[in-house]
């Protein structure tokens, strides 16, 4: 059977998904971008990673982050994009928002990992083969890698821009210091850094404490916010412990110890506080990190349209209150609190 054309919503621009600029650069991400971390990998269904795809962009998701070694397993949710790409957005890549990254573990042997110029150079190209793609609108260096001069790691990203392969360099984890000197360098050489990559939520505002999201602010970088659901602890799903088959009771990403009654208790306040904003927990938890003007998009995962369409909800914000914000931070920080 011949599959139907793919033809984009008219209205996608127009139904409510809000963009931010991008540091000081020319580029504007929508609020809410689709991360294919999990769920989008050869042990998926090609028709959900698809369907999830097209409701993404139908709604004017325009940005799509991946890197070589999403899946599971490692490289196939490129695949996955590289396929569905080629039956529906082709025509459309000049809406899209593409990236790549390589720093973790990705093949056998000395070159497979970390943050050499020939890891990072080979692995786009393995990506851009995936993907069925001519460049990406941003390569990461993924993670900080301490025995890799930086110099050396830098000038890849910069050569990778020159070379056409990519549009614009990011950096995703790197400590304060190391992150400050890739700013500097990046900016020296005529490339800017585009975007920051880390994980910032109610529960883990790391990014604050160690200046990281500052320093980002100041190099004139945006910021691109990963794991805003603390990898579904600030969803409606653990609001009575741990079901059945969810990640906490699989125990990979988060732990069924970790939801200590006083855990479950705090959220379920947090909870009582966004039913009162008329949203979901969800919705709250990413309308939090969105307040934050620094942050110029939001990851988001999801393994359903369904769970797609929750998060998407959270363009249908409000201004926090003062005594929102407080009663917030009252109960995130006995989450954080928790010695698990």
Request: proline letters at 5%.
């Given at each position: 059977m011949i599959e139907p054309l793919y033809r984009a919503a008219d209205d996608r621009y127009e139904c409510g998904m809000c963009y931010r600029r991008s540091g000081r650069s020319g580029i504007v991400l929508p609020e809410i971008s689709l991360g294919m971390w999990h769920n989008f990998g050869e042990i998926n269904p090609l028709d959900r990673s698809k369907a999830m795809m097209r409701y993404a962009f139908d709604h004017g998701i325009t940005s799509f982050d991946l890197a070589n070694?999403?899946?599971p397993g490692y490289g196939t949710a490129e695949e996955t994009f590289g396929?569905?790409?080629?039956?529906?957005f082709r025509p459309y890549r000049d809406e899209m928002f593409?990236?790549?990254?390589?720093?973790?573990?990705?093949?056998?042997?000395?070159?497979?990992?970390?943050?050499?110029?020939?890891?990072?150079?080979?692995?786009?190209d393995q990506s851009l083969r995936r993907m069925g793609l001519d460049y990406v609108d941003i390569f990461y260096s993924h993670r900080?890698?301490?025995?890799?001069?930086?110099?050396?790691?830098?000038?890849?990203?910069?050569?990778?821009v020159r070379q056409g392969k990519a549009l614009y360099a990011g950096i995703s984890r790197w400590p304060l210091d190391a992150a400050r000197y890739g700013f500097d360098y990046l900016r020296r050489?005529?490339?800017?850094?585009?975007?920051?990559?880390?994980?910032?939520?109610?529960?883990?505002?790391?990014?604050?404490?160690?200046?990281?999201?500052?320093?980002?602010?100041?190099?004139?970088?945006g910021f691109i916010a990963f794991s805003p659901l603390a990898q579904g602890m600030l969803t409606s799903r653990y609001l009575d412990g741990v079901p059945e088959g969810s990640r906490a009771s699989v125990g990979k990403f988060l732990r069924r110890e970790q939801f200590t009654p006083e855990v479950v208790a705090s959220l379920r306040s947090l909870d009582e506080i966004a039913?009162?904003?008329g949203q979901t927990l969800a919705e709250m938890a990413l309308s939090w990190v969105l307040d934050d003007k620094r942050v110029t998009s939001v990851i988001v995962g999801c393994s359903s349209v369904e769970q797609l369409d929750d998060s998407i909800g959270a363009m249908r914000r409000t201004p926090f209150?003062?005594?929102?914000?407080?009663?917030?931070?009252i109960y995130a920080r006995k989450i954080m609190a928790s010695p698990l």
């Amino acid at each position: 059977m011949i599959e139907p054309l793919y033809r984009a919503a008219d209205d996608r621009y127009e139904c409510g998904m809000c963009y931010r600029r991008s540091g000081r650069s020319g580029i504007v991400l929508p609020e809410i971008s689709l991360g294919m971390w999990h769920n989008f990998g050869e042990i998926n269904p090609l028709d959900r990673s698809k369907a999830m795809m097209r409701y993404a962009f139908d709604h004017g998701i325009t940005s799509f982050d991946l890197a070589n070694n999403y899946g599971p397993g490692y490289g196939t949710a490129e695949e996955t994009f590289g396929y569905v790409f080629n039956k529906s957005f082709r025509p459309y890549r000049d809406e899209m928002f593409i990236s790549s990254k390589a720093g973790y573990d990705m093949w056998p042997g000395p070159y497979g990992n970390w943050g050499s110029r020939k890891y990072l150079m080979a692995s786009l190209d393995q990506s851009l083969r995936r993907m069925g793609l001519d460049y990406v609108d941003i390569f990461y260096s993924h993670r900080f890698d301490p025995e890799t001069p930086l110099d050396e790691t830098l000038q890849a990203l910069v050569d990778i821009v020159r070379q056409g392969k990519a549009l614009y360099a990011g950096i995703s984890r790197w400590p304060l210091d190391a992150a400050r000197y890739g700013f500097d360098y990046l900016r020296r050489h005529d490339t800017p850094c585009l975007l920051f990559q880390d994980r910032y939520n109610i529960i883990d505002r790391d990014v604050i404490n160690s200046g990281v999201l500052a320093e980002t602010a100041e190099s004139g970088s945006g910021f691109i916010a990963f794991s805003p659901l603390a990898q579904g602890m600030l969803t409606s799903r653990y609001l009575d412990g741990v079901p059945e088959g969810s990640r906490a009771s699989v125990g990979k990403f988060l732990r069924r110890e970790q939801f200590t009654p006083e855990v479950v208790a705090s959220l379920r306040s947090l909870d009582e506080i966004a039913r009162g904003r008329g949203q979901t927990l969800a919705e709250m938890a990413l309308s939090w990190v969105l307040d934050d003007k620094r942050v110029t998009s939001v990851i988001v995962g999801c393994s359903s349209v369904e769970q797609l369409d929750d998060s998407i909800g959270a363009m249908r914000r409000t201004p926090f209150t003062s005594d929102e914000l407080a009663a917030i931070d009252i109960y995130a920080r006995k989450i954080m609190a928790s010695p698990l």
